[in-house]
């Protein structure tokens, strides 16, 4: 079996890369600048490579200091995040933790669960704003993001907590009237509710299919959407949320089942920074676990 490398210097030889000079990564370390010299000498001669250009007046790192300095930085940054997860992991979590989620789905089916979250955990302090703007929540501060469907931001680390699933549905007296659609095409002789967007999408012989459709009312509320079909005006599709209770209760019927889309993915992300803060672990943890049991139409 391969030695394990000695992880002797490598502190000592990041601190001189971040710090500029051995005296102020010595003031850094609180150790004597000829220790630190003797580390990073150390280290040169065990790998058997200049780190740095050494002058009287300055110290430079080399092109394979360079990179050696990437893969250092990361191992520290792993010890770091062990340590701190570590340590506040020991006590009860507490402190302010800042979320932003959609409207609906943040009213509807997020906050019910935070609510209990801080019921669990008393001592934190959470600051949610629900928007359906997708904001920047690097600049905006925020520790944790709840996103649906589609990811676009490469910047931040991404975590699946679920999914959800959408429905297209109409009212018993709609279909008595209009009759029940059974394929895609039929969709063109039906007035369509339509939301944000003039596609509906489905799953034909395990292809996702985008479909446009059109009817006499386009809102960008899904709330009044439920309500215009709940009324007999037509068929919409939305997501569960708005829904299921709907069709658990019969007032809604749920339409072409064999053609429903895959699910999309409820999301969880947070700034790629040098931790995640052990509360946002914590209720991502807690969020995936019960939004697995969120309650589904029957």
């Not at 799953?203 to 479909?211: D, T, V």
């Not at 708005?242 to 749920?254: E, K, M, P, T």
Request: aromatic share 6%; charged share 20%.
């Amino acid at each position: 079996m391969t030695p394990i490398p000695e992880w002797t210097g490598i502190a000592e030889f990041v601190a001189v890369v971040e710090s500029g000079s051995f005296t102020a990564a010595a003031t850094r370390l609180q150790i004597s600048t000829a220790q630190v010299s003797r580390q990073v000498t150390q280290l040169e001669q065990r790998l058997g490579l200049q780190l740095f250009h050494r002058t009287t007046r300055k110290v430079t790192v080399t092109e394979s200091g360079k990179h050696y300095y990437q893969n250092c930085q990361r191992l520290l940054e792993g010890f770091e995040a062990a340590e701190h997860e570590l340590q506040e992991r020991q006590t009860e979590p507490k402190g302010k933790l800042r979320l932003t989620a959609p409207i609906t789905y943040g009213e509807r089916v997020l906050m019910p669960l935070l609510n209990d979250f801080l019921q669990r955990y008393p001592q934190l302090q959470l600051e949610v704003e629900l928007s359906n703007n997708k904001l920047d929540i690097i600049d905006a501060g925020f520790d944790l993001a709840i996103r649906l469907g589609q990811l676009d931001d490469s910047r931040l680390r991404a975590r699946r907590l679920s999914g959800r699933q959408v429905f297209t549905c109409a009212s018993p007296a709609y279909i008595e009237r209009m009759g029940q659609p059974n394929t895609l095409s039929e969709l063109k002789h039906h007035n369509c509710l339509v939301g944000s967007v003039s596609h509906w999408r489905f799953s034909e012989h395990h292809q996702e299919r985008s479909i446009a459709v059109s009817g006499n009312l386009r809102c960008n509320s899904g709330i009044s959407l439920v309500d215009s079909a709940l009324k007999g005006l037509g068929i919409a599709q939305l997501p569960a949320e708005y829904v299921s209770h709907h069709i658990n209760r019969g007032a809604l019927v749920s339409l072409l089942e064999h053609l429903q889309p895959n699910e999309e993915g409820i999301w969880g992300l947070y700034p790629s920074s040098r931790w995640s803060s052990s509360k946002t672990t914590l209720l991502l943890d807690y969020l995936t676990e019960r939004l697995t049991q969120h309650p589904k139409p029957r």
